[in-house]
């Protein structure tokens, strides 16, 4: 499938380099694609515009859509890289799989990424801790009022010249401990990346922002005791010599930094085990001061450390709500190995040429 390119004819001022914001900017293009008739087709880069949906599309209705999230960023050097780009299109398939939806090829997607990389290249940031945000995403568009498996979807990747997702940057946050809400359940699509997981959250975050705190940490679903996901985001927590991360048991999302940072530590030597982490062991040892740093993982934030935790009214801070030495060092090495300051001895960087 060959992608057809029009370019727009009245190209966007772009924003201030030093007040980004997060996700209020996107660049001049976007890539598109259409499945039908049991393929992919009409792949195409053209300028950014509204879609046009019948009020009957099966995503208004039932939900059927996933989305990634990614980032590319300018090295010193004008190179521009992309951070394991495939590992976010094949976890893009596992979502589709499990919602019903058709596979992409991943090769494809990978190729026209970077085509429309090529094309807003010049919307990428160079100020420190800024980069341009990818945003793939797919849903349904049959129109029909029955709930079933929609027979044609749309394909869409757009992007956003960012700066520091969360206000604090990477200072720490304060984190409430949601215990009335639940986000996902064992057997649900708690490991996919769907568009439902997110409109569930909001509710508990809007709570939790109006008591003063950044984002929630969720339990799981059936006893309401076992730490699942902070926010959008993987959490880990040092305990004594040892870090410790939910383990993958369906119903929390694979995240790509998160795999990293298991990667990286194991690397290291650090002591690091997945496993099931309850709210009563982590309140402990942040009152007995075994619980030394906390910190979140996701594409978007990369690594935003714990400052505080509140449970119950129980409020117990993680380092006197400083950034922890291993959290700092995770941070400056993915980062650094994701605008090339730092050599890419990991092999997760993709160069777009």
Known sequence: MTIQITKTTAPKAKP??????????????????????????????????????????IVFHYGQAMFEGMKAYKTDNGEIVLFRPRKNFERLNISNERLAMPPVDEDFCVNALCELIKTDADWIPTEPGTSLYIRPFMFATDTFLGIRPSDTYKFVIIMSPVGAYYKEGLNPVKIHVEDEYVRAVRGGVGFAKTSGNYAASLKAQMNAQSKGYSQVLWLDGIERKYIEEVGSMNVFFKLGDEVVTPELSGSILSGITR????????????????????????????????????WG???????????????????????????????AKIYDTITGIQTHKLADDMDWTYEVV
């Open 297 to 327: 993982t996701g594409t978007a934030a990369v690594i935003s450390p714990i400052g505080e935790l509140n449970f119950k009214g129980n409020t117990q801070q993680i380092n006197n709500f400083q950034i922890g030495e291993l959290t």
């Open 259 to 294: 795999m990293s940072v298991l990667e990286l530590l194991r690397k290291w030597g650090v002591k690091v085990t997945e496993r099931r982490i309850s709210i009563d062991e982590i309140m402990q040892a942040a009152e007995n001061g075994t619980l030394t740093e906390a």
């Open 16 to 57: 201030n380099p030093t007040d980004i914001g997060f996700g209020k900017h996107f660049s001049d293009h976007m890539f598109t694609m259409d499945y039908a008739n049991g393929t992919w087709q009409n792949a195409q880069i053209l300028p950014y515009s509204d879609l046009a949906l019948n009020p009957a599309s």
